[in-house]
């Protein structure tokens, strides 16, 4: 059972006692064990299961003695009887409504209390014959956001972010690997193009055994429905947690996720005949509009392209693989592309933008390329690892260099630092340099952008600082117009090194602010500042056209993993998926510099 289902069950469980009113202090103690086995780095089931699991739970911070016999419970038994205890008394539905963003459990309360709202449907009603602005609270303005949020939540159920998504097809793919033999297999589709959401997974498969690719599928555990199965292909609905135990290399074994609950999405399994591999890769990658183009290329040689491959036109009605024409090309995509006369892409910017029209094949920065992480906390604002902790495992994954960026005064909910603090932590970074040899600890911050573009620290103590990040986390609602005034005016400030998450969005969950990213582009361009793609999933900001436009500008670009658990520096692979997607080459990435060219470019701004 992973840190998450243990974590959701804590979570649901606070969330019920609030619903009924509960008291407050046991809603809290609720809520902050969830958080504590989220941000856990170790496995907390195998801690659970232990002679002495209560007592080692508790040793944890945030894990009380009766929240600690409740994970043991749920990991030994499968359940917690006092979640069923509440779940008997809430309506499920209510749980749902907790997911829209900025309504909270004193508001779900009141709709079902007062409105017998019990289900997403039910809120539905209540907007929509008007009795909603007779609750407390309730305004036209409030409603008018309720129904923001609504439309948010229900969007996030058609499709899903890429983060989970890649570790599912991971999951499915390791998961068929171990038990047919496979001679190719690759995800397709929107998740290989890299998309920052993704609908469906198309999984293709080359195997001299397709019955066993698509019965070792349809069993696979995680599966909730099988919607089509065939002799060489299946569909099914996956639980998302299926992919849960994969890590960021894709190499730990998958669970049984046959005891969580969760969303779910659908996954589609192909299995194509290897003489046509690349054809059916290139077709089910996409996108639609990449295709067409790519189609119209071999149209106007006297061809015709499909996914079993390029054969010569001869406009017969029936598909020429059909009539068993042997293809020009298909076994691979470059094959295909070199009959047509026409570069190898890169899947990530196969969008349909005049990428057939490049000379040769863009290289574009890789996962390898970076050398430097520029923005992580620790546990002196709202990090899991000391200064130590985090510098050794930054030296572990092979950086050079990683800045230490703790959060600012201004953020108050994740233990920002006032400015004292702030000067014995600079203290501390120094110290340890001492400790972990081999990786050069740069003394930062993450200073929240004010909203009218101040920063949260005074000149005199930014200029104490090796790197500023600079980053906006209030006030995300804010006009276009103020956004890109604040932000101008702090890429344009002296001492600021990089616009950290330049929107503040979440994706399907906060659209963040929407200033005029070529008015910034400009400024941050003019003044030498970096621009930001945070490589948190939920973030991915600069977002993947925002990146284009940079890199058309000429502005630096920096990829970090604003590292809060360790597991957070496996997100780096988003990061440089959507600087592809935004055709980023590695040298317009300051993370990809030399030890010397980063410390130089970092302190000219202290000059």
């Given at each position: 059972?992973?840190?998450a289902a243990i ?27 969830a ?10 089931a195998s801690?659970?299961?232990?002679a ?25 038994t ?16 209510l ?8 309504i ?11 409105a ?10 209540i907007?929509a014959?008007?009795s909603?602005?007779k609750l407390p609270?309730m305004?036209?303005?409030s409603?008018?956001k309720?129904?923001a ?7 996030s159920?058609?499709r899903?972010r890429?983060g ?9 793919i ?6 047919a033999?496979?001679?190719?297999i690759?995800a397709a589709?929107?998740l290989?193009r890299?998309?920052e959401t ?8 080359a195997t ?6 698509v ?12 919607l ?12 998302l947690?299926?992919?849960e135990?994969?890590t960021?290399?894709?190499e730990?074994p ?10 779910s ?11 046509s ?6 077709y089910?990658?996409?996108?639609k509009?990449?295709?067409v ?7 106007d040689?006297?061809l015709?392209?499909?996914?079993y ?6 406009h ?7 009539r ?10 470059e094959?295909?592309?070199e ?7 890169p899947?990530?910017?196969?969008e ?11 290289r ?12 992580s906390?620790t546990t ?6 000391s200064?130590?902790e985090l510098?050794k ?6 950086f050079h260099?990683l ?8 953020s108050?909910?994740a ?10 932590h ?7 340099r001492e ?8 003394a ?6 004010l909203?009218?573009?101040?920063l949260d ?5 930014l200029?104490?600082?090796d ?23 702090a890429?344009?400030h002296?001492l ?10 979440l994706?399907?969950?906060r659209a963040?602010?929407?200033p005029d ?5 400009a ?7 970096a621009l930001?793609?945070n ?10 056209v ?9 502005c ?5 993993c ?18 592809r997607?935004?055709?980023?080459r ?7 510099w030399?030890?010397?060219?980063l ?9």
């Amino acid at each position: 059972m992973s840190n998450a289902a243990i974590a959701r069950a804590l979570s649901e469980i606070a969330s019920m006692m609030e619903l009924l009113g509960e008291d407050s202090f046991r809603v809290l103690a609720h809520s902050r064990a969830a958080r504590a086995v989220e941000d856990f780095p170790g496995d907390i089931a195998s801690i659970a299961r232990g002679a002495t699991g209560a007592a080692d739970l508790r040793k944890i911070e945030g894990l009380g003695p009766k929240t600690a016999e409740k994970i043991v419970e749920l990991v030994t038994t499968g359940a917690i009887a006092e979640h069923a205890e509440l779940a008997a008394k809430v309506p499920a539905g209510l749980l749902q409504l907790l997911q829209l963003q900025g309504i909270g459990p004193k508001t779900v309360r009141v709709f079902w209390t007062q409105a017998g709202v019990t289900s997403l449907a039910d809120l539905h009603r209540i907007i929509a014959d008007g009795s909603i602005l007779k609750l407390p609270r309730m305004g036209e303005k409030s409603v008018e956001k309720l129904k923001a949020a609504i439309s948010m939540l229900s969007e996030s159920t058609k499709r899903h972010r890429l983060g989970p998504a890649t570790v599912l097809a991971e999951a499915v793919i390791a998961h068929l690997k171990a038990r047919a033999k496979i001679e190719r297999i690759e995800a397709a589709g929107s998740l290989r193009r890299g998309r920052e959401t993704v609908g469906d997974l198309d999984i293709l498969v080359a195997t001299a055994d397709p019955a066993g690719v698509v019965q070792a599928f349809v069993t696979m555990p995680g599966v909730t429905a099988v919607l089509q199965s065939g002799e060489t292909r299946a569909s099914c609905r996956v639980r998302l947690s299926a992919g849960e135990a994969v890590t960021d290399d894709g190499e730990a074994p998958i669970k049984d996720a046959g005891e969580d609950s969760g969303p779910s999405m659908q996954v589609d399994v192909k299995v194509v005949p290897l003489e046509s591999w690349g054809a059916a890769l290139m077709y089910f990658t996409g996108s639609k509009d990449f295709n067409v183009a790519l189609r119209g290329r071999a149209q106007d040689r006297g061809l015709t392209l499909n996914e079993y491959g390029l054969f010569p036109e001869d406009h017969e009605k029936t598909p020429p693989q059909a009539r068993h024409v042997r293809p020009l090309a298909g076994k691979t995509e470059e094959s295909i592309c070199e009959a047509l006369g026409v570069a190898w892409v890169p899947p990530e910017i196969r969008e349909g933008r005049g990428e057939l029209d490049v000379k040769g094949t863009p290289r574009l920065i890789e996962l390898g390329d970076i050398q430097a992480e520029l923005h992580s906390h620790t546990t002196a604002s709202d990090g899991v690892l000391s200064i130590v902790e985090l510098a050794k495992e930054a030296k572990r994954r092979g950086f050079h260099t990683l800045a230490i960026t703790d959060h600012s005064q201004s953020s108050v909910i994740a233990n920002g630092l006032k400015p004292d603090r702030l000067r014995r932590h600079i203290r501390a970074i120094h110290a340890a340099r001492e400790e972990v040899k081999g990786i050069t600890l740069l003394a930062g911050s993450e200073v929240d952008i004010l909203p009218d573009g101040r920063l949260d620290y005074d000149d005199e103590l930014l200029a104490e600082l090796d790197v500023v990040v600079a980053s906006p986390h209030a006030a995300l609602k804010q006009e276009p117009k103020a956004a890109t005034e604040r932000l101008i005016r702090a890429v344009s400030h002296p001492l600021v090194h990089i616009l950290g998450h330049p929107t503040g969005r979440l994706i399907m969950r906060r659209a963040g602010l929407e200033p005029d990213m070529a008015e910034v582009i400009a400024a941050a361009k003019a003044h030498g500042t970096a621009l930001e793609i945070n490589a948190h999933w939920m973030r991915l900001d600069l977002r993947d056209v925002h990146v284009r436009m940079a890199v058309e500008a000429g502005c630096a670009i920096a990829i970090n993993c604003d590292v809060h658990h360790p597991a957070d520096f496996g997100n780096l692979r988003f990061g440089v998926t959507t600087g592809r997607r935004g055709w980023l080459r590695a040298e317009a990435c300051v993370n990809t510099w030399s030890a010397k060219d980063l410390h130089e470019w970092l302190k000219k701004k202290r000059r």
